[in-house]
């Protein structure tokens, strides 16, 4: 009686790390990871077989003739499934090398080459000015936002800014 305790145990935690195996699939399957996913149900495919196949090759107890089989009749059920996973571990493994063969690397077009947009200096030791206008600010805009502040200044003490300086394109718009 022993040994068929220990084989129930055993025979459990083969099931457990299988039902395991399926969650971390589950776990992938949201991650978008389609390797690791093959692979967890894979393991969870040999954990279950190996499990029920343990569980049924227990032959050194006597049965009875109803036991023998209802045990003849799980064998044949899990032969069956074997079948199918088996199938679908040989169906996952050729989709997994389609896929890695018939993956395009290569670039689908040429390189577009690139044009810069940064200006034609960079400002290393002085600052060089430009009216708004030249770029593409509008002067009667800032000139707006000056006299708003001065406005929202008088009557807000927290409101307090010493200067602003407005570069645009690497050049001094306002000061």
Known sequence: MKGLRRRKVFALFILVAGALS????????????????????????????????Y?????????????KMK???????????????????LLTIITMSLGIIYTNTKAPMKPIEYKSTAPDYFPTQEWQTSAPE????????????IEFYENEKSGNDRL????????????????
């Open 71 to 89: 045990i003849k009749f799980l064998k044949r059920i899990l032969k069956m499934t074997g079948m199918v996973i088996l199938s679908l571990i």
């Open 134 to 145: 030249e770029q593409g600010i509008d002067s009667a805009k800032l000139i707006e936002m």
């Open 55 to 67: 569980c049924l090759s227990s032959t050194k107890h006597q049965y009875s003739e109803e036991v």
């Open 22 to 53: 399926l969650l971390g699939g589950i776990i992938f399957y949201f991650r978008d990871d389609i390797i690791r996913l093959n692979i967890c149900i894979l393991a969870a495919a040999f954990f279950f077989l190996a499990g029920l196949g």
């Open 160 to 175: 307090v800014i010493d200067s602003v300086t407005i570069i645009r394109n690497g050049y001094i718009v306002s000061d």
